[in-house]
């Protein structure tokens, strides 16, 4: 079951609201004239949220780089100038 709450309780009870998220762990959805306006969410909840968005912008740039051409190590170096060695 999803916790909501409307701006106007949370405005009112903002400490017992924050005491509740973080015995149950459970997001608290605000409403405002009956919309989502804000969800709160735990913070080590958050933190894994975070951590797993970048982990998929990294893998979705590691895709995107497999389809680039390839440049061979001897390839660089002259193109730079540098003596091989």
Do not use: W
Not at 3 to 28: A, H, P, Y
Not at 36 to 59: C, M, Q, T
Request: aromatic share 2%; net charge positive; no cysteine.
């Amino acid at each position: 079951m999803i916790n909501t709450i409307s701006i106007t309780d949370l405005k009112q009870n903002t400490s017992g609201v924050v005491k509740k998220l973080k015995k149950e762990g459970k997001s608290v959805v605000v409403l405002q004239r009956s919309k989502i306006a804000a969800i709160l969410v735990d913070p080590n909840y958050f933190s894994i949220l975070e951590e797993s968005l970048e982990d998929l912008v990294d893998l979705k740039a590691i895709e995107e780089r497999k389809k680039e051409k390839r440049v061979s190590l001897k390839e660089v170096v002259r193109n730079l100038g540098l003596n091989e060695n």
